[in-house]
Nanobody, 121 residues
């Protein structure tokens, strides 16, 4: 079984920065694609940033040039560096990874439990 544990959320003032981390644990897998999603109260979950297996990235227009997604393969960790935070960035942020099972070569998606990010004005 693959598990994701997120950390790094918290309360920050407008204009501040936070770095979210998502540690992926388990056995016999490799991380394929990854992404960060967020869900604000009363809104649908939306994609914030994604990175393909080839390393190409995609960002929501609202976070371009402020957020950066990255990965550390040695640590099986996915990061989201958030800068110039705005009150509208307030949401629960969820990590999503697509892993390939090394035994079956099957692809599966996993989600983290979420971490709260609150940006005060």
């Amino acid at each position: 079984q693959v598990q994701l544990v997120e950390s790094g959320g918290g309360l920050v003032q407008s204009g501040g920065s936070l770095r979210l981390s998502c540690v992926v644990s388990g056995s016999s897998f490799s991380i394929n694609a990854m992404g960060w999603y967020r869900q604000a109260p009363g809104k649908q979950r939306e994609l914030v940033a994604a990175m393909s297996s080839a390393g190409s990235t995609n960002y929501a227009d609202s976070v371009k040039e402020r957020f950066t997604i990255s990965r550390d393969n040695a640590k099986n960790t996915v990061y989201l560096q958030m800068s110039s935070l705005k009150p509208e960035d307030t949401a629960i942020y969820h990590c999503n990874v697509r892993v390939r099972r090394l035994t079956t070569m099957a692809l599966s998606d996993y989600w983290g439990q979420g971490t709260q990010v609150t940006v005060s004005s």
